[in-house]
T-cell receptor, first 112, second 116 residues
Framework: DAKTTQPPSMDCAEGRAANLPCNHS???????VYWYRQIHSQGPQYIIH???NNETNEMASLIITEDRKSSTLILPHATLRDTAVYYC?????????????FGKGTHLIIQP | NAGVMQNPRHLVRRRGQEARLRCSPM?????VYWYRQLPEEGLKFMVY????????ESGMPKERFSAEFPKEGPSILRIQQVVRGDSAAYFC??????????????FGEGSWLTVV
């Protein structure tokens, strides 16, 4: 799987949009971009994933650049409960796919 | 739809005892993964299993650790003769194993092992 680069930490004010960047310049054509987060002492939580197009669900939006070398996770209205480590992972999916390789992620701290 | 279920959530073992951690995947999921997270460290892949088959165990320590996913029943991660360094959170995850829904992997809440 391709490597990803994320800032180690970010702050965001409560109620504002949190924009978390991720670089994946060596991504292959069949690799998806996945985002997970881990709140302290809990299991990793799936947020969203995409291949080429931008995606949105009830939790977040995922913006993938046209060349697919970077992406941004957007939490539209951050709350204190969004404080967590956010992981950007690129992965081939489908039958016989392997697991997820977690890096160090971005520690997002939502400030009241 | 119940998520990935792990038990026990917390387990205390003395050095030299055995630890057994259980994982029931989400309904309809046939692929199971185990990860370990040592205190203040990142998540590390251990093993990937399908029913009755180990697909990838490249992250498993060579000794004392084993995993299975039988035809019936939960997946089990077994640690024999535990040592203090085995104290960690062990996370199980599951996926459908097919292209549907992007084969997303979902995690359980973890089993916290403490070796005293």
């Amino acid at each position: 799987d391709a490597k990803t680069t994320q800032p180690p930490s970010m702050d965001c004010a409560e109620g504002r949009a949190a924009n978390l960047p991720c670089n994946h310049s060596t991504i292959s054509g069949n690799e998806y971009v996945y985002w997970y987060r881990q709140i302290h002492s809990q299991g990793p939580q799936y947020i969203i994933h995409g291949l080429k197009n931008n995606e949105t669900n009830e939790m977040a939006s995922l913006i993938i650049t046209e060349d697919r070398k970077s992406s941004t996770l957007i939490l539209p209205h951050a709350t204190l409960r969004d404080t967590a480590v956010y992981y950007c992972i690129v992965r081939v999916t489908g039958g016989g796919a392997d697991g997820l390789t977690f890096g160090k992620g971005t520690h997002l701290i939502i400030q009241p | 739809n119940a998520g990935v279920m792990q038990n026990p959530r917390h387990l205390v073992r003395r050095r030299g005892q055995e630890a057994r951690l259980r994982c029931s995947p989400m309904k309809g999921h046939s692929h199971v993964y185990w990860y370990r997270q040592l205190p203040e460290e990142g998540l590390k892949f251990m093993v990937y299993l399908q029913k009755e088959n180990i697909i990838d165990e490249s992250g498993m320590p060579k000794e004392r650790f084993s995993a299975e996913f039988p035809k019936e029943g939960p997946s089990i991660l077994r640690i024999q003769q535990v040592v203090r360094g085995d104290s960690a959170a062990y996370f199980c995850a599951s996926s459908p194993g097919t292209e549907s829904s992007g084969n997303t992997i979902y995690f359980g809440e973890g089993s916290w092992l403490t070796v005293v």
